[in-house]
């Protein structure tokens, strides 16, 4: 089956630290979606993309988060500097363009920030 | 402009039926459920595109009501392995050429021997 790979597993880092996470979609997938998933805040979303152009990040707080990109093979979700109100497990999700498909989630990230 | 689900929490015994409701403030284009075991990733289960559409899944099925912005996900004769969290994912009208998935805030189903 294929995969939504992301990177790293697990991170831990200290507080004013940068955190790059990475997301390498499946291949023909062409929407990308960056969540982020507490006990408290369940699944929100951060920022997701159609065909590489950023649609909506507004779910991101935008002093200290960013989300590219860079070509159609890898999708980043930087933090910088990280707060340990940050921790939590962030995800990637792909799928085709629109509502016509389910999306494939990454195993995602588990980020600590102490 | 969340969606919001009802129950928060379900307890059962194995086969023992349940069901989870979805419900919109906004038209709904279609609704999307996955269900999300502890310690991994949601898993897609089904999408709704019309309404009065209804969907199985094994005996995990589910019904879209367009007109009253609701879907339900109806789990019948419970299995052990049907425990998780389940999330239903909501594409209001006019969000449905931008692919933006809103999700609730989960029910989380333990089945019990």
């Known amino acids: 089956d294929a995969r939504v790979t992301q990177t790293p597993r697990h991170k831990v880092t200290e507080m004013g630290q940068e955190v790059t996470m990475r997301c390498q979609p499946i291949?023909?997938?062409?929407?990308v979606f960056w969540y982020r998933q507490t006990m408290m805040q369940g699944l929100e979303l951060l920022a997701y993309?159609?065909?590489?152009?950023?649609?909506?990040d507004s779910g991101m707080p935008k002093d200290r988060f960013s989300a590219e990109m860079p070509d159609a093979t890898l999708a980043t979700l930087k933090i910088q500097p990280s707060e340990p109100r940050d921790s939590a497990v962030y995800f990637c999700?792909?799928?085709?363009?629109?509502?016509?498909?389910?999306?494939?989630f990454g195993s995602g990230t588990r980020l600590t920030v102490v | 402009q969340q969606p919001v689900q009802s129950p928060q929490a379900v307890i059962l015994r194995e086969g023992e039926d349940a069901v989870i409701n979805c419900s919109s403030s906004k038209a709904l284009y279609s609704v999307h459920w996955y269900r999300q075991k502890h310690g991994e990733a949601p898993v897609f289960l089904m999408i709704l595109l019309k309404g009065g559409e209804q969907k199985g899944h094994e005996k995990i099925s589910a019904s879209f009501n367009e007109k009253k912005q609701q879907s339900s996900l109806y789990l019948t004769a419970s299995q052990l392995s049907y425990s998780g969290t389940y999330f239903c994912g909501i594409f209001p009208y006019g969000s449905s050429n931008t692919g933006k998935l809103i999700f609730g805030q989960g029910t989380t189903l333990q089945v019990k021997p």
């Open positions: 291949l023909g997938h062409n929407t």
């Open positions: 999700a792909t799928g085709r363009t629109a509502t016509n498909y389910g999306y494939t």
């Open positions: 993309f159609r065909n590489r152009a950023p649609l909506d």
